[in-house]
Protein backbone atom coordinates (compact mmCIF):
# COMPACT_ATOMS: atom_id res chain seq x y z
CA UNK A 1 0.00 0.00 0.00
CA UNK A 2 2.66 2.27 0.76
CA UNK A 3 4.56 1.54 -2.23
CA UNK A 4 1.73 2.59 -4.07
CA UNK A 5 0.35 5.63 -2.29
CA UNK A 6 4.58 6.52 -3.51
CA UNK A 7 4.25 5.85 -7.11
CA UNK A 8 0.80 7.50 -7.23
CA UNK A 9 2.32 10.78 -5.46
CA UNK A 10 5.47 10.75 -7.82
CA UNK A 11 2.78 10.69 -10.77
CA UNK A 12 0.43 13.58 -9.56
CA UNK A 13 3.97 15.78 -8.56
CA UNK A 14 4.90 14.85 -12.33
CA UNK A 15 2.00 15.33 -14.11
CA UNK A 16 1.49 18.78 -12.30
CA UNK A 17 4.88 19.84 -12.44
CA UNK A 18 6.22 18.33 -15.72
CA UNK A 19 2.64 17.87 -17.43
CA UNK A 20 5.50 16.27 -20.69
CA UNK A 21 6.86 13.50 -18.29
CA UNK A 22 3.11 11.81 -18.43
CA UNK A 23 2.92 11.66 -22.35
CA UNK A 24 7.10 10.13 -22.31
CA UNK A 25 6.38 8.01 -19.05
CA UNK A 26 3.14 5.83 -20.24
CA UNK A 27 3.69 6.24 -24.30
CA UNK A 28 6.01 4.15 -26.50
CA UNK A 29 7.17 6.67 -28.28
CA UNK A 30 10.88 7.85 -28.47
CA UNK A 31 13.44 11.25 -27.66
CA UNK A 32 14.96 13.02 -30.48
CA UNK A 33 18.15 15.73 -29.46
CA UNK A 34 17.54 19.03 -30.97
CA UNK A 35 20.60 18.70 -33.00
CA UNK A 36 18.80 16.17 -35.11
CA UNK A 37 19.38 16.61 -39.22
CA UNK A 38 15.39 16.25 -39.62
CA UNK A 39 15.30 19.79 -37.28
CA UNK A 40 15.59 22.80 -39.04
CA UNK A 41 17.00 26.43 -37.37
CA UNK A 42 15.93 30.10 -38.86
CA UNK A 43 18.04 32.45 -37.33
CA UNK A 44 21.29 32.45 -35.20
CA UNK A 45 22.01 29.33 -33.18
CA UNK A 46 24.60 27.77 -31.45
CA UNK A 47 25.01 23.70 -31.30
CA UNK A 48 25.98 22.59 -27.69
CA UNK A 49 28.39 19.65 -27.43
CA UNK A 50 25.17 17.67 -25.37
CA UNK A 51 23.20 17.88 -28.68
CA UNK A 52 21.36 20.96 -27.64
CA UNK A 53 20.61 23.96 -29.32
CA UNK A 54 20.68 27.30 -27.79
CA UNK A 55 19.86 30.88 -28.95
CA UNK A 56 18.20 34.29 -27.96
CA UNK A 57 17.40 36.60 -31.10
CA UNK A 58 13.59 37.36 -31.11
CA UNK A 59 12.04 35.41 -33.79
CA UNK A 60 14.24 32.30 -34.34
CA UNK A 61 12.04 29.41 -34.73
CA UNK A 62 12.27 25.85 -35.92
CA UNK A 63 10.78 23.59 -37.75
CA UNK A 64 10.40 19.65 -38.23
CA UNK A 65 7.73 16.76 -39.21
CA UNK A 66 6.86 14.57 -36.31
CA UNK A 67 4.86 10.82 -36.37
CA UNK A 68 1.81 10.66 -33.42
CA UNK A 69 -0.91 12.45 -31.67
CA UNK A 70 1.69 14.67 -28.95
CA UNK A 71 4.61 16.17 -29.18
CA UNK A 72 6.55 17.71 -25.93
CA UNK A 73 10.13 19.23 -25.71
CA UNK A 74 12.66 19.49 -23.69
CA UNK A 75 13.55 23.10 -23.06
CA UNK A 76 15.27 25.24 -20.30
CA UNK A 77 15.49 29.47 -20.80
CA UNK A 78 18.35 31.64 -18.72
CA UNK A 79 15.64 34.01 -17.60
CA UNK A 80 11.41 34.48 -19.12
CA UNK A 81 10.53 34.19 -22.99
CA UNK A 82 7.61 33.52 -24.72
CA UNK A 83 6.37 30.81 -27.57
CA UNK A 84 4.47 30.64 -30.73
CA UNK A 85 3.18 26.61 -31.46
CA UNK A 86 2.12 26.35 -34.93
CA UNK A 87 0.87 22.70 -35.67
CA UNK A 88 0.44 21.79 -39.12
CA UNK A 89 0.60 25.64 -39.81
CA UNK A 90 -2.14 26.94 -37.73
CA UNK A 91 -1.28 28.94 -34.49
CA UNK A 92 -1.77 27.28 -31.45
CA UNK A 93 -1.23 28.92 -28.49
CA UNK A 94 1.63 31.24 -26.74
CA UNK A 95 3.71 29.83 -23.97
CA UNK A 96 5.95 31.33 -21.43
CA UNK A 97 8.89 29.70 -20.70
CA UNK A 98 11.06 30.22 -17.54
CA UNK A 99 13.47 27.55 -15.69
CA UNK A 100 17.44 27.40 -15.75
CA UNK A 101 16.60 23.18 -15.19
CA UNK A 102 16.13 21.05 -18.31
CA UNK A 103 12.18 20.48 -18.05
CA UNK A 104 9.46 19.20 -20.48
CA UNK A 105 6.78 21.17 -22.08
CA UNK A 106 3.68 19.59 -24.17
CA UNK A 107 3.37 20.99 -27.24
CA UNK A 108 0.66 19.76 -28.85
CA UNK A 109 -1.66 16.66 -28.30
CA UNK A 110 -4.81 14.68 -29.29
CA UNK A 111 -4.02 14.84 -33.16
CA UNK A 112 -5.03 13.05 -35.74
CA UNK A 113 -2.75 9.77 -36.75
CA UNK A 114 0.41 10.37 -39.18
CA UNK A 115 2.96 13.07 -39.26
CA UNK A 116 2.59 16.81 -38.82
CA UNK A 117 4.30 19.69 -38.88
CA UNK A 118 5.79 21.63 -35.83
CA UNK A 119 7.17 25.07 -35.78
CA UNK A 120 7.91 26.82 -32.41
CA UNK A 121 8.76 30.62 -32.63
CA UNK A 122 10.36 32.71 -29.92
CA UNK A 123 8.42 35.63 -30.07
CA UNK A 124 10.72 37.43 -27.40
CA UNK A 125 13.60 39.67 -27.26
CA UNK A 126 16.83 38.20 -25.75
CA UNK A 127 17.51 40.38 -23.39
CA UNK A 128 14.87 38.97 -21.24
CA UNK A 129 15.95 35.39 -22.00
CA UNK A 130 17.95 33.12 -23.75
CA UNK A 131 16.51 29.60 -24.83
CA UNK A 132 18.03 26.26 -25.03
CA UNK A 133 16.51 23.52 -26.70
CA UNK A 134 17.26 20.03 -25.91
CA UNK A 135 14.95 17.78 -27.69
CA UNK A 136 11.98 16.73 -28.16
CA UNK A 137 9.87 13.75 -27.08
CA UNK A 138 6.62 12.49 -29.65
CA UNK A 139 4.00 9.79 -28.87
CA UNK A 140 5.46 7.48 -31.77
CA UNK A 141 8.49 5.97 -32.79
CA UNK A 142 9.76 6.94 -36.05
CA UNK A 143 12.30 9.55 -37.87
CA UNK A 144 11.43 12.51 -38.19
CA UNK A 145 11.17 14.66 -41.35
CA UNK A 146 12.77 17.51 -42.71
CA UNK A 147 10.80 20.36 -43.74
CA UNK A 148 11.75 22.22 -46.71
CA UNK A 149 12.58 25.75 -46.21
CA UNK A 150 11.23 28.06 -48.51
CA UNK A 151 12.63 29.38 -51.18
CA UNK A 152 12.83 32.99 -49.86
CA UNK A 153 14.77 34.62 -47.11
CA UNK A 154 14.51 38.51 -45.52
CA UNK A 155 16.67 39.27 -43.00
CA UNK A 156 15.83 42.41 -40.93
CA UNK A 157 17.83 44.66 -38.87
CA UNK A 158 15.73 46.68 -36.65
CA UNK A 159 14.97 47.78 -33.51
CA UNK A 160 10.90 47.69 -30.83
CA UNK A 161 8.83 47.58 -34.19
CA UNK A 162 11.05 44.81 -35.31
CA UNK A 163 10.59 42.85 -32.34
CA UNK A 164 6.63 43.52 -32.08
CA UNK A 165 6.84 45.61 -28.67
CA UNK A 166 3.67 45.96 -27.19
CA UNK A 167 1.93 44.39 -30.61
CA UNK A 168 -0.77 42.75 -28.08
CA UNK A 169 -1.46 45.75 -25.42
CA UNK A 170 -4.89 46.97 -25.80
CA UNK A 171 -3.59 50.77 -26.34
CA UNK A 172 -1.33 53.07 -25.76
CA UNK A 173 -1.88 53.90 -22.48
CA UNK A 174 -1.00 50.65 -21.19
CA UNK A 175 3.16 50.23 -20.58
CA UNK A 176 5.50 47.20 -22.17
CA UNK A 177 4.81 43.59 -20.65
CA UNK A 178 6.72 40.74 -21.81
CA UNK A 179 3.42 38.89 -22.59
CA UNK A 180 2.37 41.86 -24.99
CA UNK A 181 5.52 41.21 -26.82
CA UNK A 182 4.78 39.27 -30.11
CA UNK A 183 7.27 39.36 -33.53
CA UNK A 184 4.85 37.17 -34.99
CA UNK A 185 2.59 40.35 -35.81
CA UNK A 186 5.19 42.64 -36.25
CA UNK A 187 5.63 43.97 -40.30
CA UNK A 188 8.80 41.60 -41.02
CA UNK A 189 6.59 38.66 -40.17
CA UNK A 190 3.59 39.92 -42.09
CA UNK A 191 6.19 41.17 -44.84
CA UNK A 192 7.26 37.35 -44.62
CA UNK A 193 3.78 35.31 -44.97
CA UNK A 194 2.66 38.01 -47.43
CA UNK A 195 5.70 36.99 -49.69
CA UNK A 196 5.86 33.33 -48.77
CA UNK A 197 9.52 33.73 -47.04
CA UNK A 198 11.47 32.41 -44.35
CA UNK A 199 12.52 35.27 -41.90
CA UNK A 200 15.35 36.18 -39.87
CA UNK A 201 15.33 39.05 -37.47
CA UNK A 202 18.25 41.04 -35.47
CA UNK A 203 16.28 43.22 -33.38
CA UNK A 204 16.71 44.49 -29.92
CA UNK A 205 13.94 47.31 -28.48
CA UNK A 206 16.06 50.62 -27.53
CA UNK A 207 18.63 49.61 -29.58
CA UNK A 208 20.46 52.07 -32.47
CA UNK A 209 22.35 52.00 -35.02
CA UNK A 210 24.89 54.70 -33.69
CA UNK A 211 23.07 55.69 -30.22
CA UNK A 212 20.69 53.88 -27.66
CA UNK A 213 17.01 55.27 -26.61
CA UNK A 214 17.37 57.73 -23.78
CA UNK A 215 21.55 57.54 -23.24
CA UNK A 216 23.49 60.70 -22.77
CA UNK A 217 25.83 59.97 -25.49
CA UNK A 218 26.11 60.51 -29.14
CA UNK A 219 28.07 57.09 -29.38
CA UNK A 220 26.50 54.43 -26.63
CA UNK A 221 28.29 50.78 -26.89
CA UNK A 222 26.31 48.13 -27.67
CA UNK A 223 24.14 49.33 -30.46
CA UNK A 224 22.68 46.79 -33.04
CA UNK A 225 25.29 47.65 -35.17
CA UNK A 226 27.71 45.90 -32.85
CA UNK A 227 25.73 43.19 -32.25
CA UNK A 228 24.91 42.15 -35.74
CA UNK A 229 28.22 40.35 -35.82
CA UNK A 230 27.08 37.95 -32.47
CA UNK A 231 25.71 34.50 -32.40
CA UNK A 232 23.81 35.95 -29.55
CA UNK A 233 21.40 39.48 -29.13
CA UNK A 234 22.59 39.64 -25.23
CA UNK A 235 23.67 36.06 -23.93
CA UNK A 236 27.11 36.19 -25.31
CA UNK A 237 29.42 38.57 -27.42
CA UNK A 238 30.29 35.12 -29.34
CA UNK A 239 31.15 35.92 -33.54
CA UNK A 240 28.94 34.73 -36.00
CA UNK A 241 30.33 33.44 -38.81
CA UNK A 242 27.46 33.77 -41.55
CA UNK A 243 27.35 30.79 -43.18
CA UNK A 244 24.31 29.39 -41.83
CA UNK A 245 21.67 31.00 -44.37
CA UNK A 246 22.02 33.39 -47.29
CA UNK A 247 18.99 35.84 -47.39
CA UNK A 248 17.56 37.08 -50.60
CA UNK A 249 16.64 40.66 -49.12
CA UNK A 250 17.98 42.26 -46.10
CA UNK A 251 16.11 45.37 -44.72
CA UNK A 252 17.31 47.83 -42.03
CA UNK A 253 15.05 49.53 -39.70
CA UNK A 254 17.11 51.56 -37.64
CA UNK A 255 16.85 55.37 -36.53
CA UNK A 256 14.23 56.08 -34.48
CA UNK A 257 16.32 55.54 -30.91
CA UNK A 258 19.65 57.27 -32.20
CA UNK A 259 17.32 60.45 -32.87
CA UNK A 260 15.38 59.73 -29.22
CA UNK A 261 15.33 62.86 -26.32
CA UNK A 262 18.64 64.14 -24.58
CA UNK A 263 21.35 63.54 -27.17
CA UNK A 264 21.49 62.82 -30.69
CA UNK A 265 24.58 62.07 -33.07
CA UNK A 266 25.66 64.04 -35.87
CA UNK A 267 24.62 63.35 -39.07
CA UNK A 268 27.87 61.82 -40.03
CA UNK A 269 27.92 59.71 -37.20
CA UNK A 270 24.78 58.19 -37.87
CA UNK A 271 24.91 58.24 -42.52
CA UNK A 272 28.72 56.71 -41.94
CA UNK A 273 27.91 54.18 -39.66
CA UNK A 274 24.70 53.09 -41.61
CA UNK A 275 27.18 52.77 -44.55
CA UNK A 276 29.23 50.68 -42.90
CA UNK A 277 26.52 48.28 -41.48
CA UNK A 278 25.17 47.92 -45.69
CA UNK A 279 28.97 47.63 -45.99
CA UNK A 280 29.50 44.84 -43.54
CA UNK A 281 26.30 43.39 -44.92
CA UNK A 282 27.37 42.94 -48.18
CA UNK A 283 31.01 41.48 -47.17
CA UNK A 284 29.30 38.18 -45.73
CA UNK A 285 26.00 38.14 -48.41
CA UNK A 286 27.86 39.53 -51.21
CA UNK A 287 26.01 41.92 -53.42
CA UNK A 288 22.27 41.42 -52.03
CA UNK A 289 19.30 43.91 -52.04
CA UNK A 290 18.83 46.10 -49.53
CA UNK A 291 15.90 47.91 -48.41
CA UNK A 292 16.92 51.04 -46.01
CA UNK A 293 13.38 51.98 -44.13
CA UNK A 294 12.38 55.31 -43.50
CA UNK A 295 10.43 54.91 -40.06
CA UNK A 296 6.84 56.02 -39.84
CA UNK A 297 7.98 58.17 -36.38
CA UNK A 298 11.24 60.17 -38.52
CA UNK A 299 11.37 63.19 -36.97
CA UNK A 300 13.63 66.32 -38.58
CA UNK A 301 16.70 65.04 -37.42
CA UNK A 302 16.46 61.52 -38.72
CA UNK A 303 15.35 62.68 -41.72
CA UNK A 304 18.42 64.78 -42.01
CA UNK A 305 20.45 61.59 -41.22
CA UNK A 306 18.20 59.42 -43.78
CA UNK A 307 19.17 62.26 -46.54
CA UNK A 308 22.17 61.88 -46.01
CA UNK A 309 22.47 58.16 -46.00
CA UNK A 310 19.99 58.53 -49.47
CA UNK A 311 23.08 61.04 -50.74
CA UNK A 312 25.34 57.77 -50.28
CA UNK A 313 23.91 54.97 -51.67
CA UNK A 314 22.63 56.64 -54.83
CA UNK A 315 25.76 54.76 -56.27
CA UNK A 316 25.59 51.39 -54.84
CA UNK A 317 23.40 49.18 -56.82
CA UNK A 318 20.90 47.67 -55.22
CA UNK A 319 20.36 49.32 -52.32
CA UNK A 320 17.56 51.27 -52.20
CA UNK A 321 15.48 53.38 -49.87
CA UNK A 322 11.49 53.33 -48.57
CA UNK A 323 9.31 56.04 -49.25
CA UNK A 324 8.07 58.37 -46.12
CA UNK A 325 5.49 56.87 -43.79
CA UNK A 326 4.39 60.40 -41.87
CA UNK A 327 0.79 59.99 -40.56
CA UNK A 328 0.13 56.17 -41.36
CA UNK A 329 -1.14 55.24 -37.98
CA UNK A 330 -3.94 56.19 -35.92
CA UNK A 331 -5.04 55.74 -31.91
CA UNK A 332 -6.75 52.64 -32.95
CA UNK A 333 -3.43 51.57 -34.26
CA UNK A 334 -1.08 51.55 -31.07
CA UNK A 335 -0.50 49.34 -28.67
CA UNK A 336 2.15 49.80 -25.49
CA UNK A 337 3.94 52.82 -24.99
CA UNK A 338 2.86 54.22 -28.89
CA UNK A 339 4.04 50.99 -30.55
CA UNK A 340 2.30 49.57 -33.04
CA UNK A 341 -0.32 46.83 -32.33
CA UNK A 342 -1.28 44.12 -35.24
CA UNK A 343 -3.36 46.43 -37.08
CA UNK A 344 -0.70 49.37 -37.05
CA UNK A 345 1.52 46.63 -38.61
CA UNK A 346 -0.82 45.60 -40.84
CA UNK A 347 -0.44 49.55 -42.39
CA UNK A 348 3.42 49.62 -42.23
CA UNK A 349 3.32 45.97 -44.26
CA UNK A 350 1.04 47.38 -46.83
CA UNK A 351 3.10 50.43 -47.41
CA UNK A 352 6.29 48.65 -48.00
CA UNK A 353 5.16 45.25 -49.86
CA UNK A 354 5.03 47.21 -53.34
CA UNK A 355 8.10 48.83 -52.72
CA UNK A 356 9.69 44.99 -52.34
CA UNK A 357 7.87 43.74 -55.10
CA UNK A 358 9.50 45.76 -57.65
CA UNK A 359 12.93 45.49 -56.26
CA UNK A 360 12.40 42.01 -55.59
CA UNK A 361 10.68 41.80 -58.91
CA UNK A 362 8.59 39.27 -56.15
CA UNK A 363 4.80 38.95 -57.51
CA UNK A 364 2.16 41.13 -55.88
CA UNK A 365 -0.48 38.15 -54.79
CA UNK A 366 -4.16 38.82 -54.32
CA UNK A 367 -4.48 38.09 -50.74
CA UNK A 368 -4.62 39.61 -47.10
CA UNK A 369 -1.98 40.97 -45.31
CA UNK A 370 -1.74 39.11 -42.26
Given at each position: MKKYFLNFSI??????FFPGYIMAYHDSGQFIKADDPSITYTGRTEKLQDGSVRY???GTYLQTSFPGSSIAVSISESGRSFHNIFIDGKWIRKIEITGKQNHTVVLARGLSKGFHVLKLQKCTEGEFGCTTIHG?????????R???????LIEIYGDSYTCGYGSEAQGPQEHFKLNTENCDLSYGCIIARYFDADYVLIAHSGKGLVRNYGENRQISKN?????????YDDFDTLTYNFSAYH???VMINLGTNDY??????????????????????????????ILCIIPHTAN????CGLNEVRRRIRTMKGVYMSNPMPGILSSGNLGADDHPNYLGHQKIAMNLIPTISTIMNWRLEDKTVK
Open positions: FVILSIDWVFYTSKKGPLTVKRKTRTIYTRSSHVPDLSPIVTPSVEQYAETYIHLIHSIRKHYGNITDYLN
